[in-house]
């Protein structure tokens, strides 16, 4: 049994611009389409308003996050971000305003309970005062965190580094310390090359040789069929391993199943054969 929904499966962005405009009246500061999404840019007082306004008139009942976002050379660098989804229409908008480091943004946790954690976050990592928010504290950073990492103009090491002190047994927080900066980086273009010489380019000025080397004729690689018949020849030859070492003779019988054999002629040994034991033995 099929189940059918009252939400459209694509939603159309056809009217909505217009609609939500009109609806917010003198709360508006600008409104565009981009990228195929609604942007609505609404003064900071008068945002808590417009927010009602989108989610009990015009069915925008979720709040999926709110973003910050930094721009440094601006009056009010931060432009706080709210993500609004409509599931009765299955339709998202994006609802903008600007804040400086003093300019506290109202709350939005009197309209979505879920908002708290999300301007935590924002403060944790922007700096951005939420006014009315009655539990705005860090969320992310560590106890005692100083500044807020996501700021351009926070420096890419941080301030402070934290370690495990043998000596004291505890965890320990000590001003970052580097050998180098991490922050020079030469950002260059390969098409221009750089103003300097990169190692191994040094070779690069070496001129051209006007008569390269050629080999037109085997003599000129020693190659040829007598280097050919030289290294067919053993390397080693008439050294002391290629000489006869009677490899294809038959191996000896053990000497638990042969008969007894006189001592050979000129041997000398410390010991005696086993028959000569024997017969000693019986003398």
């Known amino acids: 049994m099929a189940v059918l929904h009252s939400a459209p499966k694509y939603a159309s962005n056809d009217g909505v611009l217009d609609t939500l405009s009109q609806a917010l009246g003198d709360h508006l500061e600008r409104a565009h389409e981009e990228h195929g999404e609604i942007l609505l840019r609404v003064k900071r007082d008068r945002l808590e308003d417009a927010l009602r306004i989108l989610r009990d008139d015009h069915a925008y009942q979720q709040l999926m996050e709110i973003a910050g976002v930094d721009y440094p050379s601006r009056p009010e660098r931060f432009e706080v971000v709210y993500m609004l989804l409509s599931v009765t229409k299955n339709h998202r908008i994006m609802v903008k305003c600007t804040a400086a480091e003093d300019t506290p943004v109202p709350t939005a946790t009197t309209l979505w309970p879920n908002a708290g954690w999300l301007e935590r976050e924002v403060f944790d990592m922007y700096g951005v005062l939420f006014a009315g928010n009655t539990d705005l504290r860090r969320i992310l950073t560590d106890y005692g965190f100083?500044?807020?990492?996501?700021?351009?103009?926070?420096?890419?090491?941080?301030?402070?580094?934290?370690?495990?002190?043998?000596?004291?047994?505890?965890?320990?927080y000590e001003p970052v310390e580097l050998a180098q900066d991490l922050r020079q980086f030469d950002f260059m273009s390969p098409w221009e090359?750089?103003?300097?010489?990169?190692?191994?380019?040094?070779?690069?000025?070496?001129?051209?040789?006007?008569?390269?080397?050629?080999?037109?004729k085997p003599s000129d690689t020693g190659a040829g069929a007598k280097t050919d018949e030289e290294a067919a020849e053993q390397v080693s030859k008439g050294a002391p391993a290629e000489e006869d070492t009677a490899i294809d003779s038959e191996a000896p019988e053990p000497t638990e199943d042969r008969p007894d054999e006189p001592a050979r002629k000129g041997k000398t040994s410390g010991t005696k054969s086993a028959t000569q034991v024997d017969k000693g033995d019986e003398n």
């Open 193 to 216: 090359g750089a103003d300097y010489v990169l190692p191994g380019d040094e070779k690069a000025d070496t001129p051209p040789v006007d008569d390269p080397k050629t080999t037109e």
């Open 146 to 172: 100083e500044g807020h990492p996501f700021r351009k103009d926070f420096p890419l090491t941080g301030y402070t580094e934290l370690r495990y002190s043998e000596d004291e047994k505890r965890v320990v």
